[in-house]
């Protein structure tokens, strides 16, 4: 496999006055401060749909048995800190976007999975394959629904809601549209195309990411301009780690992605790197191995990825992260942000995106 | 079957100026009102999911050709109009709490019908049956999201949108104790009680309908005492109407209800008139019978019907139901309510009453 030059790409660090923070002490002190939090929060569910948000969360077993499993990396809640951080407010006033962000996560991983037939989440059977996909619906339902009115508990209600409600019909958007892409074709006039692409990954994952940044900021204070600034950068950072994810759904290391190595190009998942490769060199046999994706054996998939990789896919598809990453860099550099913390911002994107692309 | 006296038990009717008004007028002048407004909001949803939407209100066919099927009654967004007017504000000010609560009211369909398994819904296949499960759970988070931005539009967002998260965590919460009942025993220490179900009911049912009246007052400007009334009442009636449904899923006409006949004994559904039975005579022979009730023929789902009514388990669901009607009226009652909207109220509930019970 080719080398794939590390990211790095998030320029212009602002000045910080100390040593470079670490990115995992970022992410560990703002799950320090969150996770009681949102302990509490889930703890005020009904007992049954909190058990299984513990689980999804790697915190017990079926049965409620606590556990210490894997857990996520806790970017959403880290964004919504840090962005009440570098409006020069608080950590704690952002505490409430973290904790929201957080649930509407587990909420979007208990229903996707169910939408997108997932048996694995990071390892371990998905909650609908341990605890049937109804009971799975209405947890889910209850993580959002807790989410919402985490946010209307803060003294801003209401521009805070619509900024949560703003994400949550984009989420939902951005998730109908990936089911729909998988019924079209790979190329032709109905293609999906790389632009209609990074539209979806956009909502599906970038609102969420935006919404952190910028509701953490309002709950601190911030004024709508700063706010809508970060928003947008949150999203860019979304498109450039979903297209991470792509990359790794190809490429990445089972053990760390916790998924079966190739699984989104054995479901034939329309993924950044395929779609890239399809609108480069090497085009006609790999049309016709996606045609057959779902019934590739392991040659058949091995031989589809080194033609994406030999296409340029691979290449293009982390070319594209960074033009993302560098764009929401731009945008931040453009806010007059509380230096500390932009710095510990800026040390813990760059690591994600070294880490992941 | 013996006769079950008429319920029409709704007590003391404000003096109204003029001829007693008609049920079905004021439910279609509240329909007239708030359906424009619910069309042009699901009309911003992503296409797809507007679809399973207006299939879900029967409004299309599957694949998007308009349709006029029989509706639901629209009880609910009547609720929210006349919660309005009747502390003397606009029917408009209670169109978005109209609109919130019909839009929670098709998400908690869409997502109920797949954890219940229920494959018919008014007499059609249900959105899952129709569209599949994934893209039933995505247009109901569609709606619950759409619900709730409706009412954070609403220039009191702060205590609507809480008002509205307050029921959507009952509803949650009801609906696990629902899905929960259905593996406990009919007899023993572990049975399902009376209290418990009623509990059950009132948070499934009831938080919706108390929210719907409670949010129109609010939004037409009543005081907090009044809201927290207003609520109370309506969840009164949630639990009424729920038995009424009880009551209808033994003995109702399968051309009415859209439902298989004795559907809710053939499924083994923990519902009042049963649990009223067990708690009375007749019980040997009825345990029995339900313990089998996966497997009953249709002699035997008769027989347990029978034996339902002949321990008097109709006649005390329905006269449970009046009673939480009577307290219903009682603390509307204790409101100075306007005189008009108010009748318009009591005679839409006596009709829902008498027709349903």
Same mark, same amino acid.
């Given at each position: 496999m080719p080398p794939v030059p590390p990211v790095r790409?998030?320029?212009?660090? !602002? =000045? =910080? *006055? #100390?040593s470079p923070p670490d990115a995992a002490q970022v992410l560990g002190r703002c799950r320090d401060l969150v996770s009681p939090v949102l302990s509490e929060a889930i703890g005020t569910l009904h007992p049954w749909l909190a058990e299984m948000a513990r689980y999804a969360l790697g915190h017990? #077993? +079926? &049965?409620?048995a606590p556990a210490d499993h894997g857990? &996520?990396?806790g970017v959403r809640q880290a964004l919504a800190v840090l962005g009440a951080e570098i409006v020069s407010g608080p950590a704690r006033a952002g505490v409430p976007a973290a904790v929201a962000v957080e649930l509407v996560h587990v909420f979007s991983l208990l229903h996707d999975d169910i939408m997108d037939g997932d048996t694995l989440r990071r390892g371990r059977p998905a909650v609908w394959k341990a605890y049937g996909t109804g009971p799975a619906v209405l947890a889910g339902d209850a993580l959002f629904a807790l989410a919402v009115e985490t946010v209307a508990? /803060? !003294?801003?209600?209401g521009a805070a809601v619509r900024q949560l409600t703003t994400a949550l019909g984009d989420l939902v958007r951005g998730q109908a549209d990936d089911l729909l892409f998988a019924e079209r !074709?790979? /190329? &032709?006039?109905d293609a999906v195309g790389q632009a209609e692409y990074e539209a979806m990954a956009e909502r599906k994952t970038g609102a969420l990411l935006g919404c952190a940044l910028a509701l953490g900021a309002r709950l601190a204070g911030a004024p709508d301009r700063a706010v809508t600034v970060l928003d947008r950068a949150g999203r860019h950072l979304g498109v450039a780690f979903q297209i991470a994810d792509d990359v790794l759904g190809i490429w990445g290391d089972p053990s760390v992605t &916790?998924? *079966? +190595?190739?699984s989104d190009l054995r479901q034939g998942k329309k993924t950044l790197p395929v779609l890239a490769a399809l609108g480069g060199a090497g085009y006609g046999e790999l049309d016709e191995l996606l045609a057959l994706s779902h019934s590739l054996d392991e040659a058949g998939v091995r031989r589809a990825t080194a033609l994406v990789e030999r296409a340029g896919g691979r290449a293009a598809a982390v070319r594209e992260a960074r033009r993302h990453l560098a764009a929401a860099d731009t945008l931040l550099a453009g806010l007059p942000l509380a230096p500390v913390p932009a710095a510990e911002l800026h040390s813990m994107l760059s690591a994600l995106a070294d880490r992941t692309i």
């Open positions: 790409s998030v320029p212009s660090a !602002p =000045a =910080a *006055p #100390e017990c #077993e +079926v &049965g409620g857990r &996520g990396k508990l /803060t !003294p801003q209600a !074709p790979w /190329t &032709g006039s &916790g998924k *079966p +190595v190739h």
